[in-house]
């Protein structure tokens, strides 16, 4: 049975001349990668007044530097496996690690954060009546027996691998999200993202793109792990922030496919990376880890259809913005 009950009323304060913001939004994670992208869209609206809730794990102030300080801006060192109390009428949970070499370097915590993390997430959701959005993963749908992956596909998921942390994880946080919209009528939203990349990226967090441009940059050979037939589809990062709006403003719970359906193997990656950035790279083929999927790309229909969302930029036209910002920061100039 739903059980259905009224917002709470806002503190009189909010409604007053001295309060202008008319959206405050709470952005767990949003110290990292696609969060700070996400921060920096959602501060453009003179609305809207941000808080940050993140560990700093993965992520870090950095991202946020050109917000601190600003007066609709909050940044709090906070791990969401403890309870946190703020009043709140949006919230974006990220907070989670989303790089395998990261989210496997203490899984219990992994966990927790997906779990524990998640379950207060929509527990300070309930108490204030604000609407949720889960950044989820194409990894619930493990090494997928389906192709290209769709929503209603239930995945075929490792329950006891290295990537379970992850992977289950986000599983149970999907349940958890659906189980308090059931349960307490909360108004939940849930985005499936598929890998995502661009400018901010950790340089060292072995993720592939990051992996890639640094060593072609460097100059050092591209680890291309085996076999290299393995496929992935990469979005670039202003087109998910895009896609995750859309999706907390529109009217669709989800879950919905976020992710570019340009699909590569990774030797071709690794190739157009060399053509692009570095032609003299050598490519070398290493071993690759356990439970690696094999293929992935998402079905972005129900997005085409329910969010008028498609990612725009191309990969060709992606990787060259993450170079910038990566010569910037590794010290290399272009020649
Ligand atoms: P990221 O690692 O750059 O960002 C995660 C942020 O969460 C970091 O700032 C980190 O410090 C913070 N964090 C981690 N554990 C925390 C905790 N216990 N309490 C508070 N903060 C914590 O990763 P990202 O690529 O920006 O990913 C953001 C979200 O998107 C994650 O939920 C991830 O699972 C999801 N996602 C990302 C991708 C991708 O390709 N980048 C793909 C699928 C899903
Ligand atoms: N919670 C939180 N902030 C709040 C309200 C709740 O962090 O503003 C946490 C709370 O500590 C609990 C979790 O969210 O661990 C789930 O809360 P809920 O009220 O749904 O469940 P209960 O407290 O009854 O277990
Ligand atoms: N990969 C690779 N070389 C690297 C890092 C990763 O070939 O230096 C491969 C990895 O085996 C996987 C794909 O790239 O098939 C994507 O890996 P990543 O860790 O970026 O993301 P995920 O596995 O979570 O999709």
Avoid at 51 to 72: E, M, Q
Avoid at 153 to 158: A, D, K, P, T
Avoid at 169 to 175: D, H, I, L, S, Y
């Amino acid at each position: 049975k739903t059980v259905t009950k009224p917002p709470p009323t806002p503190s009189p304060l909010r409604n007053s001349k001295f309060f202008q913001s008319n959206m405050r939004i709470l952005v767990s994670g949003g110290a990292g990668f696609i969060g700070s992208h996400l921060v920096d869209k959602l501060m453009e609206n003179e609305k809207n007044e941000v808080i940050v809730a993140d560990n700093y794990f993965t992520g870090s102030k950095d991202n946020l530097r050109k917000w601190i300080g600003h007066p609709r801006f909050e940044l709090i060192r906070h791990d969401v496996t403890e309870p946190l109390l703020i009043e709140v009428d949006q919230i974006y949970h990220l907070a989670c690690p989303a790089s395998p070499i990261f989210y496997k370097y203490n899984p219990v915590k992994t966990i927790k954060t997906n779990v524990i993390g998640t379950l207060n997430m929509l527990g300070l959701a309930k108490r204030v009546g604000a609407r949720i959005l889960l950044t989820s993963t194409s990894e619930v749908y493990g090494d997928p027996l389906e192709h290209p992956q769709t929503e209603t596909y239930w995945g075929n998921v490792n329950p006891i691998g290295v990537r379970s942390c992850y992977d289950e994880g986000k599983r149970v946080a999907e349940t958890l999200m659906y189980d308090y919209h059931r349960q307490h009528g909360l108004e939940i939203r849930i985005a499936r993202i598929f890998n995502t990349y661009g400018p901010r990226m950790n340089i060292d967090d072995g993720r592939v793109v990051s992996n890639f441009i640094a060593q072609a940059l460097r100059g050092e050979p591209l680890t291309v792990q085996a076999p290299g037939t393995q496929t992935r589809s990469f979005c670039y990062v202003s087109d998910m922030v895009d896609g995750l709006i859309r999706l907390m403003e529109g009217n669709h719970i989800g879950p919905i496919n976020l992710g570019n359906p340009g699909e590569f193997t990774m030797m071709e990656l690794a190739e157009t990376v060399k053509e692009l950035i570095n032609p003299d790279v050598k490519i070398t083929t290493v071993e690759n880890t356990p439970d690696d999927p094999r293929q992935r790309k998402p079905n972005i229909t129900r997005a085409k259809e329910l969010l008028g969302w498609e990612p725009k930029i191309k990969l060709r036209g992606g990787l060259p913005l993450m170079e910038e910002d990566f010569r910037q920061r590794l010290g290399i100039q272009k020649k």
